[in-house]
């Protein structure tokens, strides 16, 4: 359960990073120097605009009239006259950089991450003092704390500064070390040619945010100096660090009024609690409060095959997925960086979770709502983290008000829509500049449909009736509003989606290469999900009877998915080829992982065709996309093959890769690896691999579905599967040896098995009841524990 390493980073991608939600930080200094990049997660470019753009709606007949006419080059063409502006850029703090006056030459280096604590730590020798540095984003606390100890007496001198890529002064502010900040009123994305491409509003009138970051100590002894270059200890044995920041954010309108307190006096009430406590008293608060949620989920695979002390790095080269202990690790690390970034009342993770250094990071960091932020919350509900979906959650709340008003203006339907992209201001319009984005990711209206999975699949999960009808319900069903007023007839009765794209590929024709067509088989399954999962929602609350009717007519008709002429699952409503037969999307499977429109019982040439696609695609390609792909084997039953990904995964890339798009892995602080750095792959893997060993879409609960045949032995709990139920399994010589599903609801428990099962509850044998060969179903009391064991095994 630790990253660990025998030498210092040398640049930020072997940094290790830690983060209470809000606050993050990267450690990735030396000896002599440690520097910590510090990132706020509300710190973005930009302020509320709308960006919609009211002549979509005119553009809108004439590129539905070109596609008709099967004239996709030109129907590319003119869809860029409905772009909107691009979004906005998620920006660095800066950088905390404590210089040691040791100098640089030491022995016995060790830093490490604790992910069973969330604690850092650094260790090396000068001469014969050791030092420590202990280092942790506190939740509770809302400040990042660094403890710093010398093994002898008064050894510690340690200078201690402030600095930001952004615009800023430094200051003193009594014992304190500030540094205040704006933030530019626009940010091109890194992606743009520009000769501007920073622009900050008018000094002390500009629009962009202000922001404050606050350093403090306490030292046990020795001497403390503040002055204008910083915090000076001197002869110190032992002393923490304190930092704290706030923005002056004002939620992604801006209503007046809304915010009582400024960055200033935020970031000040943090440090005035966080400095008045015992070092012991914040750590173990930070600690149990991580516990509380990292210790709810149990993995063994195996036995680890690398020697104790060898350094992360090395693992990753020398083993990748064959050491069962790494993928334990890379599983846990994505639950790990999931806690540290988002958490209820933050920001949800955007494309690099909190953790960005650079002005112009790569695709802004902002949120991309064609795969990336939907896969990075992938693991949330399953692996036992539903608290920290409530970001997501939230944000998807506010788009749903922006896309209202993008829905209208640009295309005068109900309901609401998101695009391609979105940012701290809830952008739903789609992106491009007004022209110069390609198509192919910049038109794409289904950003709402899609993200309103994640609000059944919350329910779904918990079961929690009043979140259904308060909030999840309403904002699903004026998703669906929108797609109802978005189809359209395709000429023979069927409704499919015009303009549409299967996100960031392209087909060729005879006339050559276009993105825009009719009916994606993305498009359809999304809107297929929406609707399923709509009139499933309405059936529970008993509401909406005519809604639900209405829904269910139109599903009917949406346009059929087809197979293509490699029998494959097409991708677009025509049999065209592919652009790129190896592409790293993998959008028209999306009906087998994460929906559930394709599955083997319901739609068995469909699915079979899917597995067909994804063969085709390969297993080679960026990071977020061998994790996709990782679940999308586990869906196809193939742990083999979702192992076999997660070993490609496993491939050390190194800092300063150039972007690519067909060898992703991690870096050797195991972050994801498109290249460049995007933390989706991280979470995708956990995610596929909790997908590997349960799975729930279904109408029931599956045990095992995809083990590996070599994970043999091994056990894992704290899992959750759709309906309420939490599920710890033990397996041996790959097979399940024996489960306990827990019922968090008392809702009757469905069981796949191919073998015939025994359920025992305290140590009665019940009397279950067969549904037909492979399922069986028993019913359940809300908080019983229900033991399962393959007959004839006892
Ligand atoms: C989509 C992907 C890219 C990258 C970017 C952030 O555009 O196709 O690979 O992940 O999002």
Redesign the pocket.
Known sequence: MKLQYDRPASVWTEGLPMGNGRLGGMIFGGVEQEKIGLNEDTLWSGYPTDGNNPGAKEVLPKVRKLIQERRYQEADTLTREMQGPYTQSYLPFGDLLLRFEHGGIHHSYKRTLDIEQALHSVEYQVGNVTYKREMFASNPHQVIVLRLTASVQGKLHVHAALDSPLRHTLQVKEDRFVLSGTAPEHVDPSYVASDNPIRYGEPGAGKGMVFEGQLAVTAEDGQVIVDSQGIHLLGATAATFYFSAATSFNGYDNVPGKREKGASVIAGSFLNIATAQPYTSLRDAHISDYRSLFDRVKLKLGTPLAPDGMSTSQRITTYAAEDPGLVELLFHYGRYLLISSSRPGTQAAN?QGIWNALTRP??SSNY?L???TEMNYWPAEVCNLAECHMPLLDMIGNLAEKGAETAQVNYGTRGWTAHHNSDLWAHTAPVGNYGGGDPS?AYWPMGGVWLTQHLWEHYAFSGNETYLRTTAYPLMKEAALFALDWLIDDGSGNLTTAPSTS??HKFRTAEGIAAVSSGSTMDISLIWELFTNCMEAAERLETDMEFRKELESVRERLQPLQVGKYGQLQEWSEDFEDEDTYH??TSHLVGVYPGRQLSEEETPEWFAAARTSLERRGDES?G??LGWRVALWSRFRDGNRSLRLLSNMLRLVKDGDTEQ?NHGGVYANLLGA?PPF?I?GNFAASAGIAEMLVQSHLSYLELLPALPDSWQKGCVSGLRARGGFEVSIRWDRGQLAEAQITSMLGTDCVLRSDVPLIVTSNGTQLDTIRINASTLRFPTSAGQTYSIAVEGDQ
Do not use: G, V
């Open positions: 494309l790569p695709w991309t064609n795969i990336n990711w996100p960031e790293r999307h960026t977020w996309s798009y498109h995007q989706d």
